[in-house]
């Protein structure tokens, strides 16, 4: 169901009413797109699909620090890394996933990965295709590509 807001304060009243959070603020498409540029992997520590990770959209800038839905400002992330960042800045967040990594990647390495996919170009039609190939979103993220 598509929404149409009279306001651009109905849009954030909407946003708060769901913490910004769920899979409602946007379309399944875009975020089936950013996931495949991102390579169906977390951007932080690399879990993917294959691995048994539950996929989310990470905002780079939070939405409370001006950040927007933009494919620029979203990045893949497991649940694990989006629910451990926090207000971290991307900078404090890649030195920890390295801790915790363990096996020899930077947070330079990170950082430099989360700039370099952030500007990759989405492909929007393919994620369309691939939704209606499989039978919908879901089946489109647990098959992966």
Not at 14 to 26: E, L, S, T
Not at 44 to 67: F, I, N, Q, R, Y
Not at 123 to 135: F, N, S, T, V
Request: aromatic share 4%; glycine share 10%; hydrophobic share 35%.
């Amino acid at each position: 169901m598509v929404n149409f807001h009279s306001s651009p304060d109905d849009a954030i009243r909407d946003r708060k009413a769901n913490g910004g959070q769920g899979m409602k603020w946007i379309r399944n498409e875009k975020r089936l797109a950013i996931y495949l540029r991102d390579g169906m992997a977390c951007c932080w520590c690399g879990d993917s699909v294959e691995d048994g990770a539950k996929l989310t959209l990470d905002h780079c800038k939070p939405h409370s620090k001006g950040g927007s839905n933009g494919a620029e400002n979203l990045v893949t992330a497991c649940m694990r890394c989006n629910s451990s960042r926090g207000t971290r800045s991307l900078a404090a967040f890649a030195k920890a996933v390295a801790g915790y990594l363990n096996h020899g990647v930077t947070a330079e390495l990170i950082l430099r990965h989360v700039t370099r996919t952030r500007k990759r170009t989405l492909r929007k039609d393919e994620a369309k295709a691939l939704i209606a190939r499989r039978g919908g979103f879901a089946n489109a993220v647990r098959e992966g590509r």
